[in-house]
């Protein structure tokens, strides 16, 4: 499947990965945790998953990732460590591959 990896050093990716946890896992060095990205009217703009204790195991600040993560939220909450998107969730669940439009999106936001 078509992923895009964002390491906290700011280096975007577009990759392949298997979707299961034991890939997933290995992207992000460690627990899974799964956040919908928002964007404008969309709550199911892509889906990315972090290291559920990056912040407590003290991974690097993710800069990219968080800006990601605080669009169309109030927060000050922050994102840690690599982290690895996937496109919009579908109706069955499932996982689906990340599109151009999203890639050429944050490929824009490095900088």
Known sequence: MRV?????????????ITPDYDSISDAVGGWIEHISLIKDDS??????????????????????????????????????????IFGPVSDQGDEQDITNDILTEIQGMVG
């Open 4 to 16: 895009i990896t964002i390491t906290s050093d700011g280096v975007v990716s577009d990759t392949q």
């Open 43 to 84: 709550f199911n703009w892509a889906s990315m998953y972090v290291n559920e204790e990056g912040k407590i195991i003290h991974l690097p600040y993710n800069k990219i990732a968080t800006a990601l993560y605080q669009r169309g939220r109030i927060t000050d909450d922050f994102i840690a460590g690599d982290v690895i």
